[in-house]
């Protein structure tokens, strides 16, 4: 049942998107750290392919307000998310989702820097 007191942009970023079935693979715990590197996909980087470098986007949520409310959008202004807090944030290389983590910050020389600790992993054997 439809709750009048909430907007259309937060209604629809709790809505799932069909999108995101069709970037999903299947996954497995995320590996322990020591990894050796023979096998499946971690010694198929071995290679020159495996020196180029590619960007993971870190996706912690998504947002969808109609025009009116995104041409209202000013400095201070809180764009709803279809997630909670605490839940686990993707990542992605294109559009492909190859692994699920949770936020954490740094420590150390990278003090208050973000990092994320994989909890989830995609079956790289299968490809990207």
């Not at 944030?89 to 990278?110: F, T």
């Amino acid at each position: 049942m439809d709750d009048p007191t909430r907007s259309p942009a937060s209604k629809a970023a709790t809505e799932p998107d069909p999108a995101d079935t069709a970037r999903t693979g299947s996954f497995a715990p995320a590996p322990a750290a020591s990894r050796s590197g023979r096998d499946g996909a971690a010694g198929a980087g071995n290679g020159a392919l495996g020196r180029v470098p590619i960007e993971i986007v870190i996706s912690v949520g998504r947002s969808r307000p109609t025009i009116r409310e995104l041409l209202q959008l000013q400095r201070d202004s809180v764009l709803p998310l279809d997630r909670r807090i605490n839940d686990p944030v993707d990542l992605l290389v294109g559009e492909r989702l190859i692994a699920r983590g949770v936020l954490e910050e740094l420590d150390g020389a990278r003090a208050g820097l973000l990092g994320v600790r994989l909890t989830e992993v995609l079956d790289m054997r299968e490809g990207l």
